[in-house]
């Protein structure tokens, strides 16, 4: 049995695994083929991603609405749907996770217990997954989500 352990990256386009040559991957899965993995991590992350992109869509569609009714137009439905429609997006999010989750050979890992003191001599030691960028005049250092993953 091998593990196939999801990275955000690898899902920034297709979170739930529904396009492109995904299904067949939850279809091995679902026949026992291998075990898809989602660290608890990468289903946070994701979530945020989802989360802030449909906040920056409503906000968008929002002022669009605003607009209309500066216009003179009587808007106050729309607007009642658009805000009623985004309340509802992060149970949308959380239930399609949950629904990813409940398939055949997919589960989450979560988040592992590790002493912060080993991720700092990691990091400190530059040593992989960690990694330190120049960003304009400083140094950044990355890799911490990749090292619970």
């Known amino acids: ?25 939850v279809d091995l899965a679902a026949a026992g083929a291998c ?30 609405v605003q607009q209309m009714r500066a216009a003179g137009s009587d808007v106050t439905q729309t607007a009642n749907d658009l805000s009623a429609a985004h309340d509802r997006i992060e149970a949308n999010i959380d239930s399609t996770f949950h629904a990813v ?3 055949d050979g997919v589960h989450a890992a979560p988040v592992p217990k590790v002493p912060t003191s080993d991720l700092l ?9 960690f990694l330190e960028i120049e960003q304009g005049k400083s140094k950044k250092s990355l890799g911490f989500r990749d090292v619970l993953i």
């Not at 001599?121 to 997954?129: A, K």
Request: overall charge positive; cysteine-free; glycine content about 2%.
């Open 1 to 25: 049995m091998f593990f196939v352990v999801l990275d955000t990256n690898a899902l920034f386009r297709d979170p739930w695994m529904t396009r492109d040559a995904a299904p067949k991957l």
């Open 101 to 103: 989750l409940a398939r």
């Open 121 to 129: 001599l990691r990091d400190l030691g530059r040593r992989r997954p």
């Open 35 to 64: 075990e898809i993995v989602y660290p608890q991590v990468v289903i946070d992350e994701l979530r945020r991603q989802r989360v802030e992109s449909a906040r920056g869509a409503h906000e968008d569609a929002a002022a669009s």
